[in-house]
């Protein structure tokens, strides 16, 4: 697969559809990754687009050098650390609290305990170091290499190999301190 870059040079020719299909493949990915920042769905959401909008409006920046995955995941990023910076002041609640607060749980005891598992994990990784998060989100949710997540969080492959070996020795540690065996 060439990571959306024949669906962008289409869209340069004039095929709108070309567009369509690079936001189809990245679109929920890059809200996840985005998130993983900011921790608010609806805002990652709004960067998510205004990334988007970054490549629309200027087109001939992206140089086909790295893959149109990794150019879209490092203004993500730059948008998101843009937003925390920016608004770092203004606390904000994450949809995951905004959920326990509105008594709209599921009752099935599977999908409870399959909920519980992720939720779990996902509080551990968000307690990590944010570039531990980042590292784990680019290379194990969204599978970028370790030299495409290097140019994402503009590290070298080895300190992106680094992190993902602290990260998951972190992980094994709040994980075992809660009793949850992997």
Do not use: C, W
């Not at 990334?51 to 990794?70: A, D, G, P, V």
């Amino acid at each position: 697969m060439d990571n959306g870059a024949s669906s962008y040079h289409r869209f340069l020719e004039g095929d709108e559809s070309g567009f369509d299909e690079i936001l189809d493949l990245y679109q929920h990915n890059l809200i996840f990754f985005i998130n993983r920042y900011v921790n608010n769905l609806t805002v990652a959401e709004d960067l998510a687009e205004d990334t988007f909008l970054e490549l629309l409006i200027h087109k001939n920046r992206y140089n086909f050098q790295t893959s149109l995955k990794t150019y879209l995941f490092a203004i993500g990023r730059h948008k998101a650390l843009d937003y925390i910076r920016h608004n770092s002041r203004f606390p904000t609640i994450s949809l995951d609290e905004a959920a326990e607060k509105s008594n709209e749980f599921i009752s099935v005891e599977a999908k409870l305990l399959s909920d519980e598992r992720k939720r779990l994990v996902n509080a551990a990784i968000n307690r990590l170091n944010s570039d531990y998060r980042a590292a784990i989100h680019l290379v194990y949710f969204e599978e970028l290499s370790y030299e495409d997540a290097a140019k994402v969080m503009k590290k070298s492959k080895k300190q992106v190999e680094n992190l993902i070996y602290r990260a998951k020795a972190s992980l094994r540690s709040l994980l075992g301190k809660e009793g949850f065996e992997l």
